[in-house]
């Protein structure tokens, strides 16, 4: 078993619609959790880091977490053409390490 | 500031060639990673240094050394490259703001071996 799980995709949205991704993680003791948007041949950026149970939002992202339950999530609102990418989600457990998810790409269609 | 930036953008080596990829960060980070990315496996962990004058190995060091030469620069080093290793690698650099932790990463080395 992958120690952080996300469905591949794609997931295909029309604009205007909200998507939302998954991720699963399997370390009881992780600390912090990230999303990272990668668009086609270019770098990871980072868009969203939480720490705690709840949500978080910023802007058109809201991460949502549970640990009890060992996953987070990520609503995109109003999904843009431009939204269109593969987004990451890393985990920190304990050290100085993320562990990296495979990813789900998006593709939002006008 | 650049961030964090590395060189080559692209390389292309015959089985059994040796070269380095550089790294470099201005943003005074004290921790810095290699990764690989190949096609469906995500991120991969190749070495990273929590500080200076330390290294660690990670998920896959195999075939890999690296030197953190100083607190900006962190070099991976192939002494006889594979088509195995035929991958986009990625350099980053950690901050850790106010108990947060954020990666930033550099724009990446496209490597072919052939």
């Known amino acids: 078993q992958k120690e952080v799980e996300q469905n591949s995709g794609p997931l295909s949205v029309p604009e205007g619609a909200i998507a939302s991704l998954n991720c699963t993680y399997s370390d009881r003791g992780s600390q912090s959790f990230f999303w990272y948007r990668q668009y086609s041949g270019k770098s990871p950026e980072l868009i969203m880091s939480?720490?705690?149970?709840g949500d978080k939002e910023d802007g058109r992202f809201t991460a949502q977490l549970n640990k009890a339950s060992q996953y987070v999530s990520l609503l995109i609102r109003d999904s843009q053409p431009s939204d269109s990418a593969t987004y990451l989600c890393a985990v920190k457990a304990a050290g100085n390490k993320l562990t990296f998810g495979g990813g789900t790409r998006v593709l939002v269609k006008p | 500031n650049a961030g964090v930036t590395q060189t080559p953008k692209f390389q292309v080596l015959k089985t059994g060639q040796s070269m380095t990829l550089q790294c470099a960060q201005d943003m005074n980070h004290n921790s810095m990673y290699w990764y690989r990315q190949d096609p469906g496996m995500g991120l991969r962990l190749i070495y990273y240094s929590a500080s200076e004058g330390t290294t660690d190995k990670g998920e896959v060091p195999n075939g890999y050394n690296v030197s953190r030469l100083n607190k900006r620069e962190f070099s991976l080093r192939l002494e006889s490259a594979a088509p195995s290793q035929t991958s986009v690698y990625f350099c980053?650099?950690?901050?850790?703001?106010?108990?947060?932790?954020?990666?930033?990463f550099g724009p990446g080395t496209r490597l072919t071996v052939t």
């Open positions: 980053a650099s950690r901050t850790v703001k106010g108990g947060s932790y954020e990666q930033y």
């Open positions: 939480i720490y705690s149970n």
